[in-house]
């Protein structure tokens, strides 16, 4: 079993930062793409930010320029600086990661989520 916990979120103005973090922990052999996804009420799950096993990113174009992911392979966690954030950034944010096991069947998990709130 894995389990990703989530931190980092919170309420901030308009233009403030925050930064999230993915821990993941549990039967892990090796970690593949580990990303960032958010969903507001009513609406579906959104790719915020991707990053591969080697580092490469990959980024939704509303935050290209605001948001930048990172993960440090040895603590098997993840990262999102969130930087000049709008209203328009506030959702459930979740944690998504491809996940080997001692076979090495690859599977899908996520995390709980964690609030952001963008308000004045």
């Known amino acids: 079993q894995v389990q990703l916990v989530e931190s980092g979120g919170g309420l901030v103005q308009p233009g403030g930062s925050l930064r999230l973090s993915c821990a993941a922990s549990g039967t892990i052999l090796s970690i593949r793409n580990m990303g960032w996804y958010r969903q507001a009420p009513g609406k579906e799950r959104e790719l915020v930010a991707a990053?591969?096993?080697?580092?490469?990113?990959n980024y939704a174009d509303s935050v290209k320029g605001r948001f930048t992911i990172s993960r440090d392979n040895a603590k098997n966690t993840a990262y999102l600086q969130m930087n000049d954030l709008k209203p328009e950034d506030t959702d459930v944010y979740y944690c998504?990661?491809?996940?080997?096991?001692?076979?090495?069947?690859?599977?899908?998990?996520w995390g709980e989520g964690t609030l952001v709130t963008v308000s004045s």
């Open positions: 998504n990661a491809v996940v080997a096991d001692r076979r090495w069947n690859f599977m899908n998990y």
């Open positions: 990053i591969t096993s080697t580092g490469v990113p």
